[in-house]
């Protein structure tokens, strides 16, 4: 490169020694550091424990940059203690809700009341009806409802006349069947509990008896007991004698006789009626209405046990992440401070100025407190104390809604739920 190409160089002229050189720091930046040579010739000499103008602004400069950290993070911390505050308070909502279904016990009455109901029917020595009878009751009674539907029905239309029937007219002939369906029910109901206090006050008044008084008990109650057996041999053997002389006779030659359909009808009624009174439990229904009580207790306690589990979760969260936040402005304030430290221990060892050996670090555990977080790293020194700012509303939201105190009492709770469930 010619000399021509070069940038002229601008300035101005002085004598020697009349300028005074500037020292940056060894990081090359411009703190406190600048001039470091002058610095360690005009400190004066101290002891340990005091600070020299240099030393103090250094402390100062870090209050300040800490100061600064903390205003730039305002907004954030503002936002992450409403996010806790708004936590909390639906935490706490939940819990309540929960807390009268846990100590309120109705789960564990409901258990209770189905235990309880078990106890009185081996007592009472009512065994449970078959799983047979209570699966077949209803499907029985439907198709003998269905079979009378169908028949009526085929009667009052050829009464009325099976041409141009209007659909007003086969609603109406649907109304005999179905109230004879409804008529079988409610006569198996009333019959039912009549039937089987007679049963038991029979057998019970049978123990007592004896001789004649006993056997012709015995024979009445044996005959009512075989009436709809013989019913249904009579009918069946009825429809098969029929049955051989249609066939002899040739198909379709003889008409129905009117005795045979009669016995039939009765007989399907009597058979729906008696199985629906040998279907009756007196405990049945009061164990059916505990068991749908306790399915919708536990039901209602799950659901109620989860939102409030969510809820504890949320604010969890909610709380670590502000605690996060307080923790990670805590180790950036610390470390300005920190740094401030570095330079006047590094700094003594050069000058000796403040004694050969530096002040005692502090020691000792130290507290939850931001002060006690933030202390001076230097026993026996005092600096400016760090401005904390929205800090202290931070390190106050945090010690207002803890987050562990919720997670107890959620498991509590759920421990007490658990125990009346499973309660002896």
């Known amino acids: 490169m010619n000399e021509d190409a070069e ?10 020694g009349a300028a005074r050189p500037v020292h940056m720091c060894h990081h ?7 001039n470091f040579d002058r610095y360690l010739t005009g400190t004066p000499a101290r002891a340990p424990e005091q600070l020299d103008n240099v030393e103090s602004q250094a402390l100062l400069d870090a209050k300040n940059r800490a100061t600064r950290l903390v205003r730039q993070h305002e907004e954030r911390m503002a936002s992450e203690r409403r996010r806790v505050i708004t936590t909390d308070e639906d935490a706490r909502a939940a819990l309540a809700v929960l807390r009268s279904v846990a100590e309120g016990g109705e789960v564990g009455r409901a258990v209770q009341d189905r235990r309880r109901l078990r106890e009185e029917r081996v007592t009472a020595g009512v065994p449970q009806r078959p799983l047979w009878v209570r699966v077949i009751v209803w499907p029985t009674i439907i198709a003998v409802g269905a079979f009378d539907t169908w028949y009526f029905q085929s009667i009052f239309q050829r009464f009325v006349g099976n041409a141009d029937v209007s659909w007003r007219e086969q609603v109406i002939t649907f109304a005999p069947g179905l109230a004879l369906t409804v008529g079988i029910v409610v006569a198996g109901t009333l019959l039912g509990g009549p039937v089987f206090r007679a049963v038991r006050l029979h057998g019970a008044r049978q123990r007592k008896r004896a001789g004649f008084r006993r056997a012709a008990a015995a024979i009445l109650h044996w005959t009512m007991r075989l009436a709809l057996p013989l019913l249904l041999i009579v ?5 098969a004698l029929y049955r051989v002389q249609d066939v002899n ?3 379709l030659s003889r008409p129905l006789p009117p005795d045979l359909i009669t016995i039939l009808m009765v007989t399907l009624t009597l058979s729906a009626m008696a199985l629906k009174i040998v279907a009756y ?10 068991k749908r009580r306790g399915r919708l207790l536990r039901a209602r306690a799950a659901l109620r046990l989860r939102r409030a589990g969510s809820a504890v979760r949320r604010h969890s969260l909610a709380h670590s992440d502000l605690s996060a936040l307080r923790d990670d402005l805590v180790s950036r304030v610390s470390e300005q401070y920190g740094t401030a430290y570095q330079f006047m221990l590094y700094a003594r060892g050069f000058h000796d100025q403040a004694g050969p050996l530096p002040p005692d670090f502090a020691d000792g555990t130290r507290g939850s407190g931001l002060r006690d977080r933030i202390r001076p790293e230097l026993a026996g020194i005092t600096g400016p104390e760090p401005e904390f700012g929205a800090l202290l509303q931070v390190q106050e939201v945090l010690e207002r809604h803890p987050a562990l105190r919720a997670r107890e009492e959620l498991d509590r709770l759920a421990e007490l739920l658990a125990g009346q469930r499973a309660a002896p």
């Open 235 to 239: 009918l069946i053997g009825g429809w």
């Open 7 to 16: 940038e002229p160089v601008e300035g101005e002229l002085v004598e020697a």
């Open 249 to 251: 006779d040739g198909p």
């Open 281 to 290: 439990d007196p405990y049945a229904a009061r164990e059916a209405e505990v």
């Open 28 to 34: 090359g930046c411009d703190c406190w550091q600048t």
